[in-house]
């Protein structure tokens, strides 16, 4: 069980993980954490639905993908709607060890309104990033400082704890591909205390990544780079109109 | 512009009519827009046959030949037509996303609805 007071709940967001996401609910489950788990499925087209029938957890499915961020958001939606108190979102493709989750919790009941867990920080262990990923991670780190005052050394990271207010905010607005260095911004221009700590991830063994294809390696950097942006442009207008 | 110039472009305004025109019975356009391109279509063919407003259009755009100021004023117009759907297609988008988030939240989550260990 986690010391967090409150409801909490995971959200696993996944598209075509039929062969990992039984071995990621088993390995929660196995920790003993207390939190209710939702699996929202983005419009699958392997047997993810059907597996996600046999195994004890909420299931959520879009009649159609719609991509990562709106799968999230959903999850989001739905701990709103549910009255959830604290939320941690992780991957369904093994990435993310469970057993990583009350180092998250436990930022929280620090002080913070959001923990992102980083394969970066001193004292993270993670299969080796490669370059240009990493030069990306290390750019939008330094756009999410620059543009929202957050300094986070891991701004890609998707395995997240947040409180209801963090959560009900995003719920409203949250982007449909990469939320990355965009929501950091978003948060730190919303004066949200976001923490970073040092946790364990995996290589996928599994599956295809959303960000191996060519088209998304050179849409990426340009889509979170304008998007950034955009969200302090916003800011700018919001306050200026009060 | 030549005769022969005016008399290509209306010909080429007209098969686009009618293409319109057979997408609409088809059912792969709606009324709206079917209105919205003749209405294009019948505005290009006046300018293309009114040659005291092709100069006037060719002396404001500072172009050579009155064609000229023709080809930039379709080019502008597609410009905003472009712009003009992709804020649809937007629009459209994320009214599809809420309403297929809404569906998914809407169905009970499966199987047993609690799923605490």
Known sequence: MTAMAGKGIIVIPVFNEAENIAGVIGEIRAEGLGLDIVVVDDGSSDRTRQVLCELPVQALSHPINLGYGVAVQTGMLHAVRRGYDFLVLMDGDGQHVPGEIPKLLAGLEEGADIVIGSRILSGSESYTIPPLRRAAIRFFSFLAKALGGVDIRDVTSGFQAMRRDVFSFLAREYPVDFPDAEVVVMLGLKKFTVAEVPTQFRRRERGISMYSSLGTVLYYPFKSFLASVIVLLRLFRERREG | ?117
């Open chain 2, 1 to 117: 512009m030549s005769f022969q110039a005016k008399t290509m472009i209306t010909v080429l305004l007209l098969a686009n009519a009618v293409l319109v025109v057979d997408l609409l019975r088809t059912r792969r356009l709606t009324e709206s827009y079917t209105l919205l391109w003749l209405f294009v279509i019948a505005c290009t063919t006046g300018a293309t046959w009114a040659d005291g407003f092709l100069r006037h259009l060719a002396w404001f755009f500072g172009a050579a030949v009155p064609l000229s100021a023709l080809t930039l004023l379709g080019l502008a117009f597609i410009l905003v037509m472009l712009i003009f759907f992709s804020m649809k297609i937007s629009k459209l988008t994320k009214e599809l996303k809420d309403l297929a988030q809404e569906v998914a939240l809407r169905i009970p989550p499966s199987p047993s609805g609690d799923s605490r260990e």
